[in-house]
């Protein structure tokens, strides 16, 4: 069955660029969608269409693709920025909806 | 402002039938998709099925045998049942909105409401 893969756990210092990628077989013919989840709230989308950035999104948070890779990419990290991360798809015709596994990226 | 906020009952006995409504304040519910997800504790998220304003459904496979999603929209709100329960089905359960049709994320979510399955 078709999954999006994540890496459980990123780690990096404080102002340094995080990098977190999301890897699935349909990819390529899909958008990709990346979410942050911080202990006790609701996700938040930080990033839409694989490279946009919602309203009051920080400029620090970029999307990019490459093949069946997609990356979440957070420049100069900070430590608000500590949290789970989700990659999301769907295919154009929305019959499935798929989260990866989540990452937990944490900043010492 | 779009809001969202989930009810219902926290628990519910083994076998039994979970029963949520999302109530969607500052917009209409028309020209949207209506979503619910849910989270186990300390596990990822997992999209259980939509609906739009025309009453269209599509459901998690994992879970379709067990769930119905049902729009009311004198109420603005939409609402969750998933049947034969067990404590595998023990989670947060997040409502959300779909912005457009092709644009099949969540732009909007309530603030999740946790459902214990336990006799």
């Known amino acids: 069955s078709y999954e999006l893969t994540q890496p459980p756990s990123v780690s990096v210092s404080p102002g340094q660029t995080a990098r977190i990628t999301c890897s699935g077989d349909e990819l390529p013919k899909q958008y990709a969608y990346w979410y942050q989840q911080k202990p006790g709230q609701a996700p938040v989308v930080v990033i839409y269409?694989?490279?946009e950035r919602p309203s009051g999104i920080p400029e620090r948070f970029s999307g990019s693709t490459s093949g069946t890779t997609v990356t979440l990419t957070i420049s100069g990290v900070q430590a608000e920025d500590e949290a789970d991360y989700y990659c999301?798809?769907?295919?154009?015709?929305?019959?499935?909806?798929?989260f990866g596994g989540g990452t937990r990226l944490a900043v010492l | 402002q779009v809001q969202l906020q989930e009810s219902g009952p926290g628990l519910v006995r083994p076998s039994e039938t979970l029963s949520l409504t999302c109530s969607v304040s500052?917009?209409?519910?028309?020209?949207?998709?209506w979503s619910w997800i849910r989270q186990p504790p300390g596990k990822g998220l997992e999209w259980i099925g939509y609906v739009y304003h025309s009453g269209t459904t599509y459901y998690n496979p994992s879970l379709k045998s067990r769930v119905t999603i049902l729009l009311d929209t004198s109420k603005n709100q939409f609402s969750l049942k998933l049947n034969s329960l067990t404590a595998a089905d023990t989670a947060v359960y997040f409502c959300?909105?779909?912005?457009?049709?092709?644009?099949?994320?969540?732009?909007?979510w309530g603030q999740g409401k946790l459902v214990t399955v336990s006799s």
């Open positions: 269409k694989d490279n």
């Open positions: 999301q798809s769907a295919p154009t015709s929305g019959t499935s909806l798929m």
């Open positions: 959300a909105r779909i912005p457009l049709f092709l644009e099949w994320y969540f732009d909007y």
């Open positions: 500052g917009g209409s519910i028309s020209g949207h998709y």
